[in-house]
């Protein structure tokens, strides 16, 4: 009757151990009790055939002998003790086969390679085998010290907290793999499985925890899969996963007409020569070190080639990628390129860097590298297409004399070559001093008298005068703008101490200088416009400098510094362009601005558009409320004045007063406007 008991309680699941230990201390207390009652039941038995008054002769005829009646009493008796003494031994061996299960529990987890740990519902380590210490490094102590989730790796610990809490709800753990720090810093990886223990309520109060370490195995996989996706003798990307990065980069640029990229495909002229004259082994550690040099090089092209498109989901994590396709081609992915001109720059850069003497074995070798470019702006739509594109770029280079590079697109590759031409000739321009400085005046509407100047760049070139618009952003992309602008607040300055001391007035005359945003950029800025003071001896005051309101009204932290700094020196700040923007006007209270100058835009149709009329009436009324004085740009006709005087606006410029002229120019118009005001007053 017992067997089937028996087998129930010899499973082997660690889960139902507590059962079985719950069943045997249910059966003892079970046989216990009924031994217990039945000798009551059996003593009081016998006892009560010594009493006389159950001793009557009714009961002769009814019972039997009372020795019968002994006999059989203690026959009873002595069947239940063997049967008592039976299952007394049968839960003894089952508590011995539990024992040593138990014994061999604790054998196996003691050697056993896995890690085996018991924590309590809380995460508290209840029991931790000693293969903790020969894996991990960690003794009893500093386990027990510690909670079982203290030692995951921080980005892991919120899922493998999420799985020890679904185990004990659903009584099913799961497989898992996650970091673990080992004693010495390093980070192991773990393949762990927990299983559930239920309490008398069957509800999970432990977990039995088995982890394995499988670092090295996934170390394993990690090589294979790399291996799988990179070039065994330079390490660089393959072709393979350079098309899956460029059918990704490709895909994007469809969905999102402002990103834009550039491929370039590199390979060496004459390199067969090379490999044939030197060996294969020369070869190999040649395109090794030019992998290295490209690698460097493409990493230096995050400056002409950065980050700068935002709200594209799913952009490339990576800026640039560079791969090896095969033999000696090479390949870079250039991420968000806004110009080609910048592709072909980066090209022209490696070029230069690829021309610096190779060392192998001893021997100097000189290459040259025809560079084939072209541009996410094509119709394609595969990656195989695009990169096709580049390699019949490639071997036009190669064909119109090697050392070249060429771009896919002929529209594309004239407006880079214009582009790159025009580079440089401005840099020539500037070395060679080709820019002028023109002014234009601005007028005080009250008095009609000149009260100061707006200094702007002009390009003398021999073909004639270049307006701004047609090198400025350029110059402001390149960086030329800084030099440049240096120039102009020099050479201005020095016009305007000219000019005070010819035509002295009240106030004296001012100068305005436009600072770009590479200049407002520059952290010697105000150092900078310090020195040029300095050296021409113009008082701060009479200096206005112009910050477009995009910029003024940026950055807050950063632009208020630099504000504060140019405020510092003395000299008189003004928001260009104002209107055009973003300006938030409890930003605007706080910026240390003296001057608003409304945009051309308002001006020039505010005689026939209400609309503008009004927007630049409530500019003056703001500027006025704050503080401030306010300039129109733009000022082309009388009607235009007779509203600026009407919204009492203090100064105006423009084609009405004049032109943008050189400084002898400014010099005769200047006499004019004194003599002018003169026969004015003397009228």
């Known amino acids: 009757m017992d067997q089937p008991a028996f087998q129930e309680v010899s499973q082997n699941s660690p889960q139902a151990i507590p059962t079985q230990m719950r069943r045997i201390e249910g059966r003892e207390w079970w046989l216990w009790g009924f031994a217990v009652a039945v000798t009551l039941a059996l003593t009081l038995g016998i006892i009560s055939f010594t009493f006389p008054w159950l001793n009557r002769e009714t009961d002769v005829a009814y019972w039997f002998d009372l020795r019968e009646w002994v006999r059989g009493l203690a026959a009873l008796v002595l069947l239940f003790d063997f049967y008592a003494v039976y299952q007394h031994m049968q839960l003894h061996r089952i508590r011995r086969q539990l024992a040593e299960r138990d014994q061999l529990f604790h054998l196996i987890s003691e050697n056993a390679a896995d890690m085996i740990a018991l924590v309590d519902s809380d995460g508290r380590r209840l029991y931790n085998s000693p293969s903790y210490q020969k894996v991990l490094g960690y003794s009893n102590e500093d386990l027990n010290s510690t909670s079982a989730f203290e030692q995951i790796h921080p980005d892991d610990r919120p899922r493998v907290e999420q799985a020890a809490k679904k185990a004990r709800l659903t009584g099913q753990g799961e497989r898992m793999e996650y970091r673990v720090l080992h004693k010495d810093g390093t980070w192991r990886t773990l393949e762990s499985t927990a299983s559930p223990i239920l309490n008398a309520k069957g509800q999970t109060d432990k977990l039995v925890i088995v982890n394995r370490d ?43 007409p402002n990103y834009k990229f550039a491929i370039l495909l590199i390979d060496v002229d004459e390199f067969k020569i090379i490999n044939d004259s030197l060996g294969h082994k020369a070869g190999d550690e040649l395109l090794i070190q030019l992998a290295q040099r490209l690698t460097c090089s ?93 390699d019949i770029a490639m071997y036009r280079a190669k064909r119109a004399g090697k050392g070249r590079c060429e771009v896919s697109d002929p529209a594309m590759h004239a407006s880079a070559v214009k582009r790159l031409s025009l580079e440089t000739d401005l840099r020539k321009a500037l070395d060679q001093g080709e820019f002028r400085v023109y002014y234009q005046p601005i007028v005080s509407l009250q008095t009609g008298m000149f009260t100061g100047f707006e200094a702007l760049t002009r390009w003398q070139r021999p073909e004639g005068v270049l307006s701004p618009m047609d090198f400025i952003g350029v110059a402001e992309e390149t960086g030329l703008i800084i030099p440049m602008n240096r120039q102009l607040l020099r050479e201005a300055c020095q016009h305007l101490r000219s000019w005070q001391s010819e035509f002295p007035s009240t106030p004296p005359l001012t100068m305005s200088v436009n600072i770009t945003s590479k200049e407002f950029a520059q952290p010697d800025l105000a150092s900078e416009i310090r020195k040029c003071l300095e050296q021409t001896g113009i008082d701060p005051s009479c200096l206005q400098v112009e910050i477009i309101e995009t910029i003024a009204m940026g950055d807050a932290e950063k632009s208020g510094q630099v504000l504060a700094q140019l405020k510092a020196l003395g000299v008189r700040l003004s928001i260009d362009d104002f209107g055009t923007g973003y300006s938030s006007l409890g930003r605007l209270r706080r910026i240390p601005v003296d001057t608003l100058k409304i945009d051309r835009a308002f001006i020039s149709n505010m005689e026939r558009d209400p609309e503008n009329r009004e927007i630049v009436r409530a500019i003056i009324v703001l500027a006025h409320n704050l503080g401030l004085k306010v300039v129109a740009e733009g000022t082309e006709t009388e009607e235009q004045v007779s509203l600026l005087k009407q919204f009492n606006c203090e100064m105006a410029q423009g084609y009405f007063f004049s032109r943008p002229i050189d400084d002898q120019a400014m010099l005769k118009l200047l006499a004019s406007n004194r003599n002018a005001r003169a026969a004015s007053v003397g009228g």
Do not use: C, W, Y
């Open 298 to 390: 493409v990493r230096q092209a995050d400056l002409v080639s950065r980050p700068r498109t935002s709200g594209v989901p799913d952009r490339p994590l990576h800026d640039n990628t560079l791969a090896r396709l095969g033999g000696d081609e090479f390949t870079i992915l250039l991420d968000d390129v806004r110009d080609p001109i910048e592709a072909v720059r980066v090209a022209e850069r490696m070029q230069a860097e690829l021309a610096v003497p190779f060392v192998v074995n001893g021997q100097k070798i000189v290459i040259s590298v025809s560079i084939g470019i072209a541009a996410s702006t094509s119709p394609h739509t595969q990656a195989e297409d695009l990169l096709r594109d580049a």
């Open 214 to 256: 499988i670092t090295e195995r996934k170390r394993a996989e990690e090589m294979l899969a790399h291996n799988a996706f990179h070039d065994g003798l330079t390490n660089l990307p393959n072709r393979a996963l350079f098309l899956d990065r460029l059918q990704h980069a490709l895909t994007l640029s469809k969905r999102h």
